[in-house]
């Protein structure tokens, strides 16, 4: 069944004008009128509706249905990406979603070849929210993680609020396997660019509280060490 994000509150039985992106999927998908299809609206709430009207730049629906359904994982991972060149970035963060992570910081560390502020900044945050917003309308999602704003690696560390949080960073000095850990409720996990941590980065991450962890000898890429730390995290703890 189509599914598509709109960030509204309905009814049953309350026809919708669907905006313009949803308009324009229905185009490509070729759905017909009668077709059933699936809206969430983020925050943990689906409604199935019947396509009424379509047209080329409009389209319409009735709300048959509701249902308050979670497909999150028990486990709660919030992503602190040092920012990658090129795809790896949409990659990490579309994957990272169907994983089950809920929320993702992107952060500018010393060796990120991608620098970005200002309006360049906005725009990819908001491109990266949209990349997460398709992940949650293909893996099932009916909560959207949020993109926060960019921000400088030492900045974030200053900022990092005193919580229960595990907060892990994948690095190579003094790191533990995860299965080391006891199992907690909630984990930040720190991920480098592709050049990897300065030792000064490492030092002030672990002065903040952060733990060193490897997933093995060998090194991995930027994109890989994330996710397959997060399915290793979901494995050991969440709902794998």
């Known amino acids: 069944m189509p599914r598509f994000y709109h960030p509204h509150t309905f009814a049953v039985g309350q026809h919708i004008d669907l905006p313009e992106p949803i308009v324009r999927h229905i185009q490509v998908l070729r759905l017909k009128t009668g077709t059933t299809l699936t809206l969430f609206d983020g925050n943990g709430c689906q409604y199935h509706a019947e396509l009424t009207e379509q047209g080329k730049r409009h389209a319409q629906c009735r709300i048959t249905d509701?249902?308050?359904?979670?497909?999150?994982?028990?486990?709660?991972?919030?992503?602190?990406?040092a920012v990658s060149s090129g795809?790896?970035?949409?990659?990490?963060?579309?994957?990272?979603?169907?994983?089950?992570?809920?929320?993702?910081?992107?952060?500018?560390?010393?060796?990120?070849t991608v620098r970005l502020s200002g309006e360049r900044a906005d725009k990819?945050?908001?491109?990266?929210?949209?990349?997460?917003?398709?992940?949650?309308?293909?893996?099932?999602r009916n909560t959207v993680p949020?993109?926060?704003?960019?921000?400088?690696?030492?900045?974030y560390i200053k900022e990092l609020p005193k919580d229960n949080s595990l907060n892990l960073l994948m690095?190579?000095?003094?790191?533990?396997?995860?299965?080391?850990?006891?199992?907690?409720?909630?984990?930040?996990?720190?991920i480098g660019p592709e050049g990897?941590?300065?030792?000064?980065?490492?030092?002030?991450?672990?002065?903040?509280?952060?733990?060193?962890?490897?997933?093995?000898?060998?090194?991995?890429?930027t994109e890989t060490a994330s996710l397959a730390a997060i399915a290793a995290m979901q494995t050991l703890w969440g709902d794998f």
């Open 66 to 81: 509701i249902e308050h359904i979670s497909l999150e994982s028990p486990l709660s991972i919030t992503l602190i990406q």
């Open 87 to 112: 795809e790896r970035m949409d990659f990490t963060l579309q994957k990272s979603v169907e994983l089950g992570i809920t929320a993702i910081h992107p952060v500018i560390s010393e060796r990120c």
């Open 124 to 140: 990819r945050i908001q491109r990266w929210q949209d990349i997460v917003i398709a992940a949650c309308e293909q893996s099932g």
């Open 146 to 155: 949020t993109v926060h704003p960019i921000i400088n690696f030492n900045q």
């Open 171 to 190: 690095g190579l000095h003094r790191a533990r396997r995860l299965k080391d850990f006891r199992q907690p409720e909630s984990i930040r996990l720190l």
């Open 196 to 221: 990897g941590w300065t030792t000064q980065e490492e030092q002030a991450a672990e002065q903040a509280g952060f733990h060193s962890v490897t997933l093995g000898k060998r090194i991995l890429r």
